[in-house]
């Protein structure tokens, strides 16, 4: 594809694939240095995996579960990624809270979505421990849990990890990167003529795709933008649809207020901490919203759209 603007046009070469069960797609400005780039991301992605992932026995997450109540010792990427989990909570007063695993485990999500199967079980929601029970060390870099505290990384890891993607790639390359993994999307590097041109909508689909439902293109020229959505990642559970959003209140997903808020910040990172804790607050968002002062477009349960904080115009597709 090229990407568009006020001046010349600059070849923009593309990738996609599929990881995480989500889609992933790596753009950058020079065509030349796409495989590069290909595999810093790869890499990456697999890093993260075998330190974050709640669903692999041999990651370094799931080893913290076998070790509760005492320090541990960890990795310095999973120190940082639980650093940023942490920080997400204390911005978002909690909202956010990586301490949601085992809510998530009792709700029939115990392993990669895509082999997450129908169940006629009860519904029922467990007590969330709470953020503030896990001690890390950053500097030690060490993490202490209490006995059943379970750790889900899924609101932060991934916007995080585009995040550091996105930088890795630009500073090899020196060109300009985009990095979306299921639509969370970061930019680095010098942005084409005009910016780079994003597609929001409800649920993340390949993105040459004719989108289903809401949806609208903005520009972005650095930073980050994430879309979090009650109509992405579901499964069925006694009758219910389920999504992977919980509200740490009540361990259950949050009731529904939103069905997809996108939101555009200084990094991914930042941007999907505000779509996720949006959605989890429900209309009750809007005075920590305004005091973020972070860009947002939300779309209600009808399809009616609003935006706040000064969301970029939309151009056309």
């Known amino acids: 594809m090229r990407a568009r603007g006020t001046g010349a046009a600059v070849p923009v070469a593309t ?53 509760a109540g005492g320090w541990v010792a960890v990795s310095p990427l999973l120190t940082e990624a639980l650093a940023v989990a942490l920080r997400a909570a204390r911005l978002t007063g909690g909202a956010v809270d990586p301490t949601v695993g085992g809510a998530m ?57 585009a995040d550091r993607a996105a930088a890795r790639i630009a500073a090899h390359t020196g060109c300009g990167v985009l990095v979306s993994l299921g639509g969370d999307v970061a930019v680095a590097g010098p942005a084409p003529a005009g910016g780079w041109r994003i597609r929001v909508q409800d649920v993340t ?64 990172l930042d941007a999907n901490t505000v779509s996720t804790a949006t959605v989890v607050r429900g209309h009750d968002a809007w005075r920590w ?10 779309v209600g349960r009808s399809g009616d759209v609003l935006t706040a904080g000064g969301w970029p115009a939309e151009v056309a597709a």
């Open 15 to 67: 990738a996609d694939w599929e990881a995480w069960t989500c889609q992933v797609r790596l753009a950058v400005t020079d065509p030349a240095a796409l495989a590069e780039a290909q595999g810093l991301l790869t890499a990456e992605l697999a890093a993260v995996d075998r330190a974050c992932s709640r669903f692999r026995p041999d990651s370094e997450l799931t080893g913290l579960d076998a070790s």
């Open 289 to 298: 919203l305004r005091g973020t002062g972070i860009p947002v477009r939300l």
């Open 105 to 161: 485990v009792a709700l029939g999500y115990d392993r990669d979505l895509a082999e997450v199967l129908p169940s006629g079980a009860p519904v029922v929601g467990v007590r969330v421990p709470g953020w503030q029970t896990v001690q890390l060390d950053r500097a030690g870099q060490r993490v202490r849990l209490p006995a059943g505290v379970h750790l889900d990384l899924g609101a932060t890891a991934k916007a995080w990890t």
């Open 205 to 268: 689909g390949h993105p040459d795709d004719v989108p289903t439902g809401s949806s609208a293109v903005v520009t972005l020229g650095a930073g980050g933008l994430a879309t979090s959505s009650t109509r992405a990642r579901r499964w069925q559970r006694g009758g219910l649809d389920l999504t992977h959003l919980i509200d740490p209140q009540t361990g259950l997903p949050p009731v529904p207020a939103w069905r997809t808020v996108s939101a555009a910040a200084a990094s991914c």
